[in-house]
């Protein structure tokens, strides 16, 4: 075996174009969450994979999107200073025939980096490979020098040639962080995920978007192998919280169920979970209150 390898990756990418879910496969865990809405992801979240030959530290980041809200400016700026910490720039872009304007503008970002590049063109299963041609050769064009791995995220298509290609392209250096670690979020932040998760799963419009999660209590009950959580969803108008609830509680508690049962997965212990709902006007403009919620 040759010499251990480890360093920070940095995922970047539009939005919806696949980032966590390639995270979480390149990780082997469920540190992101993943929903087939835009701008799910808000914060910086680290994934860690420990091989014995390497230690990739994969840092997940917001999609770089034009940003016309408070909220949204926010979540770019956390996106740019999280992918100027990878030593290894992993950008993902969408398979067809040509470059999405969107893609085009995160990659010419990622060039005035300077940093190794890999261009991993995500959801190949989507397109027949003839129709990459074009493709691959437009960003051979335009970003000399990047390694272009063509994957699926969703099926697992290829990802061992890009993990081959990352390994490749770390420095050589013992392990960062402990082998046991997958990532560096706390329970009560992985709580705070899933529950946001289940609400873009389950709302539909504009809900998801003005809603955040703050757990309040996270208390383990290590004898009786239960985690009491108490978590308040804040939304930014009134008729937001009552179609959250739903009629005689409905949609909170189906939100709540699917939440808790994944906790459970994930935690590895029983859960009593409790949520409520609570309104702070506009907060998704409010510099302090988005501080409050890490942006």
Do not use: C
């Not at 496969?25 to 910086?44: F, M, N």
């Amino acid at each position: 075996m040759g010499e251990h390898r480890a360093g920070f990756v940095a995922v970047a990418g539009r939005t919806n174009v696949g980032k966590s879910t390639l995270v979480n496969l390149l990780v082997g865990h469920k540190v992101a969450i993943v929903t087939p809405r835009p701008q799910t992801t808000r914060r910086r979240i680290l994934g860690i994979r420990s091989d014995p030959d390497a230690q990739l530290l994969l840092i997940d980041t917001p999609g770089l999107h034009e940003a016309k809200k408070q909220l949204n400016q926010r979540m770019v700026q956390v996106a740019r200073r999280a992918i100027a910490e990878g030593e290894v720039i992993l950008a993902v872009v969408e398979a067809g025939d040509h470059l999405n304007p969107g893609d085009r503008a995160v990659l010419v970002d990622i060039r005035a980096l300077g940093r190794p590049t890999i261009v991993a063109i995500n959801k190949v299963d989507r397109v027949p490979r003839a129709q990459l041609l074009p493709l691959i050769e437009e960003i051979n064009q335009g970003f000399p020098g990047a390694e272009i791995v063509p994957v699926s995220a969703l099926s697992g298509e290829n990802i061992g040639e890009l993990l081959l290609t990352l390994k490749r392209m770390l420095p050589v250096s013992p392990a960062l962080m402990s082998p046991d670690e997958y990532t560096d979020q706390t329970e009560r932040m992985i709580a705070e995920e899933i529950v946001r998760e289940k609400i873009f799963l389950k709302m539909r419009q504009e809900i998801p978007f003005s809603t955040a999660v703050r757990v309040e209590k996270f208390e383990d009950d290590a004898e009786r192998k239960l985690k009491r959580i108490s978590a308040t969803v804040v939304v930014d108008r009134e008729s937001h919280k009552g179609m959250l609830i739903g009629a005689g509680g409905r949609t909170l508690k189906e939100i709540g169920t699917a939440a808790r049962l994944e906790l459970e997965d994930i935690l590895g212990a029983r859960v009593f979970l409790e949520i409520i709902v609570k309104v702070e006007r506009d907060w998704t403009s409010d510099p302090r209150k988005l501080a409050e919620f890490g942006l």
